[in-house]
């Protein structure tokens, strides 16, 4: 009928004029917020603008805010394991679960002397991959060092690079070879990860330790508690590496300018004010990049051009990345 007819044009002039209210209400919304977001914004802009502020590593250069986290971070490569001896064992056990050699279990109680000489008696923190000859470095190191341990935790994204299961040792053989051509850190071993892969878990982990030492810094109720502390991350060479790429922001191209470090070779990032450096030994001992992208200036890097003799000696015998991880 009419009468319906114009109540339902009635309705539907209503609706559409609700429409348009409800629409342009959103929009001065959105208005609203994005101004408030620039107004906010505009002295922390200012303020980059001014310093011209550089990523120099994963911890922010505001004053006091790499506090919470700990003075010393030290990577720590497994012992020597029976894998190390014997790669065929990888084809009939688990990776995983391949335990140190004797070697290995002496290297680790040497390592522990260092750590216990950097730590000086100091607290530690503790995170281990679940492998068994990173757990088992770990029990040798604990024999050894003095400071107290504030926690321990297994951390599975510290795991190995993953190769597939029982592997065949042939075809690991083969991609080993193939995978310089193609480069380290986008080759993907058949079944198991490539070096990105391992990379985005290192990433990943980095958000659960920087809330980890800020709970500690909260139950300890003080601010400068980490200024004397140490963290310790008993793991693989080839995620030492990559937390080091993560962290000081290095390149692919400077990742795969790496070497591997070797059973129980241990990384050492110390932090000075706001930034954390690769110390001396470390630098030398992966052939890290003394210059990171033009981002971070290795304060303790050695130039080949001023090592002596026994230095370039040294430097020359260190293991190569191709060899493993």
């Given at each position: 009928s009419a009468h319906a007819y114009s109540h339902r044009t009635s309705l539907c002039r209503s609706n559409c004029t609700s429409s348009v209210a409800i629409n342009t209400l959103l929009h001065k919304m959105k208005r609203s917020s994005l101004a408030n977001a620039v107004k906010r914004?505009?002295?922390?802009?200012?303020?980059?603008?001014?310093?011209?502020?550089?990523?120099?590593?994963?911890?922010?250069?505001?004053?006091?805010?790499?506090?919470?986290?700990?003075?010393?971070?030290?990577?720590?490569?497994?012992?020597?394991?029976?894998?190390?001896?014997?790669?065929?064992?990888?084809?009939?056990?688990?990776?995983?679960?391949?335990?140190?050699?004797?070697?290995?279990?002496?290297?680790?109680?040497?390592?522990?002397?260092?750590?216990?000489?950097?730590?000086?008696?100091?607290?530690?923190?503790?995170?281990?991959?679940?492998?068994?000859?990173?757990?088992e470095t770990l029990d040798e190191v604990l024999k050894v060092i003095k400071s107290p341990i504030l926690f321990t935790r297994e951390e599975p994204r510290l795991r190995e690079q993953d190769f597939?299961?029982?592997?065949?040792?042939?075809?690991?053989?083969?991609?080993?070879?193939?995978?310089?051509?193609?480069?380290?850190?986008?080759?993907?071993?058949?079944?198991?990860?490539?070096?990105?892969?391992?990379?985005?878990?290192?990433?990943?982990?980095?958000?659960?330790?920087?809330?980890?030492?800020?709970?500690?810094?909260?139950?300890?109720?003080?601010?400068?508690?980490?200024?004397?502390?140490?963290a310790l991350f008993v793991t693989h060479g080839i995620l030492a590496r990559l937390f080091l790429m993560r962290w000081l922001h290095w390149s692919v191209d400077e990742f795969e300018s790496l070497h591997n470090p070797p059973n129980c070779g241990l990384l050492h990032l110390r932090r000075e004010g706001s930034e954390y450096r690769l110390c001396k030994e470390s630098t030398f001992l992966i052939k890290a990049p003394s210059e990171s992208g033009g981002a971070l200036k290795?304060?303790?890097?050695?130039?080949?051009?001023?090592?002596?003799?026994?230095?370039?000696?040294?430097?020359?015998?260190?293991?190569?990345?191709?060899s493993g991880t």
């Open positions: 914004s505009a002295p922390l802009l200012e303020r980059a603008q001014k310093h011209q502020w550089k990523v120099t590593s994963s911890v922010p250069k505001e004053s006091g805010a790499n506090q919470h986290l700990p003075r010393n971070i030290l990577l720590l490569r497994h012992g020597e394991s029976l894998g190390n001896v014997d790669e065929n064992l990888f084809t009939i056990m688990p990776d995983w679960k391949i335990p140190l050699s004797d070697k290995g279990r002496a290297q680790a109680r040497q390592a522990g002397h260092r750590i216990h000489a950097i730590a000086q008696g100091s607290p530690l923190v503790v995170y281990v991959s679940p492998y068994k000859r990173a757990k597939g299961n029982f592997q065949d040792l042939q075809k690991i053989q083969e991609a080993k070879l193939i995978r310089p051509q193609f480069g380290r850190f986008f080759y993907r071993f058949p079944d198991g990860e490539s070096g990105a892969d391992v990379y985005d878990r290192v990433s990943a982990f980095l958000g659960t330790f920087h809330r980890d030492m800020q709970q500690v810094n909260t139950e300890m109720n003080d601010k400068n508690f980490m200024e004397n502390t140490t290795l304060g303790f890097a050695m130039e080949q051009r001023s090592q002596s003799s026994s230095d370039r000696a040294a430097f020359a015998s260190l293991v190569d990345s191709a």
